[in-house]
């Protein structure tokens, strides 16, 4: 079984697209390996030059989602923090009964009290400081408290969806 057993592809894109657009950051289906499945939504500069290299993607991404799948797969509910840029991360887990199938990540956006810093971005990234300072006033701002809003939202209509068809 995996998430298309849940949703099919076209069902998957449209909760993509539909939460890009409600949080203006980019989505991403993925298995529970974190393998990208699908995606949704345009990154900005600074976050396409943090994933284009192989070191401050780990470091940078890659830590941020391990903590945040065993975190999901501990509670059973969308969990929200920042990465180690200072951007909100969040991950929304889908379940089949009791099975981790993976999840819908959404990533990308600063956080209105918090300053995103340049100093270890640029060195992990292999930037000056002030390229890295030029990215970050691009970056787009939303609270943690409407992104968590959205998704539990999503959260519900997943695990729903899922109820709905696995018990008719």
């Known amino acids: 079984m995996n998430l298309y057993y849940i949703n099919s592809e076209e069902e998957w894109q449209q909760i993509l697209d539909d939460l890009s657009e409600a949080l203006n950051m980019p989505t991403a289906l993925v298995d529970p390996q974190s393998f990208v499945l699908q995606e949704s939504g345009e990154r900005h500069e600074l976050c396409k030059a943090i994933r284009a290299n192989k070191e401050s993607l780990i470091d940078i991404c890659a830590r941020t989602q391990k903590f945040m799948s065993k975190e999901a797969k501990k509670t059973r509910k969308p969990v929200i923090v920042s990465c180690e840029a200072d951007m ?37 990234i292999n930037r000056s400081e002030e390229e890295v300072n030029r990215m970050i006033k691009e970056v787009p701002f939303m609270s943690q408290e409407k992104v968590a809003e959205i998704s539990n939202r999503v959260f519900e209509k997943i695990h729903d969806k899922k109820n709905t068809s696995t018990n008719e």
């Open 88 to 124: 909100t991360k969040c991950m929304i887990p889908v379940f089949s009964d009791e099975e981790f199938m993976g999840s819908v990540v959404v990533c990308g956006t600063g956080i209105p009290e918090k300053e995103i810093t340049p100093g270890m971005i640029a060195k992990s």
